[in-house]
């Protein structure tokens, strides 16, 4: 049974940094494209970065480009992701999700309507003060 956690969460002041961490028990990340997702209130969930299969493809949306970076080991099947010069707009729960029907790879991962995982966590939240 595949449980999975993201931590790393808080509520910081713009300009601040926050490493976020995602865990499956029972799943290695370092066998399927892994990506982050965000939900905020009353907004549609959207694809933040990815991390190929292979790991030699990193990719991050225009608006986080620059200011997060994704990263996965696969000794501690953990994928991280650092975000920096937060902004009020990067407000969120986070989640991660690895493509474990290996339909999809980065970045197609995260723009695919018809993505599914069955072990999604219960998120992380970040909170951007202005």
């Known amino acids: 049974q595949v449980q999975q956690v993201e931590s790393g969460g808080d509520t910081v002041q713009a300009g601040g940094s926050l490493n976020l961490s995602c865990t499956a028990s029972?799943?290695?990340?370092?066998?399927?494209?892994v990506g982050w997702f965000r939900q905020a209130p009353g907004k549609e969930r959207e694809g933040v970065s990815c991390?190929?299969?292979?790991?030699?493809?990193?990719y991050s949306k225009d608006s986080v480009r620059g200011r997060f970076t994704i990263s996965r080991d696969s000794a501690k099947a953990t994928v991280y992701l650092q975000m920096t010069s937060l902004k009020p707009e990067d407000t969120a729960t986070y989640f991660c999700?690895?493509?474990?029907?290996?339909?999809?790879?980065?970045?197609?991962?995260?723009?695919?309507?018809?993505?599914?995982?069955?072990?999604w966590g219960q998120g992380t939240q970040v909170t951007v003060s202005s």
């Open positions: 999700a690895a493509d474990v029907e290996r339909k999809y790879d980065c970045p197609h991962l995260l723009f695919a309507k018809q993505f599914q995982y069955n072990y």
């Open positions: 029972g799943l290695n990340f370092s066998n399927f494209a």
């Open positions: 991390v190929s299969r292979s790991g030699l493809t990193l």
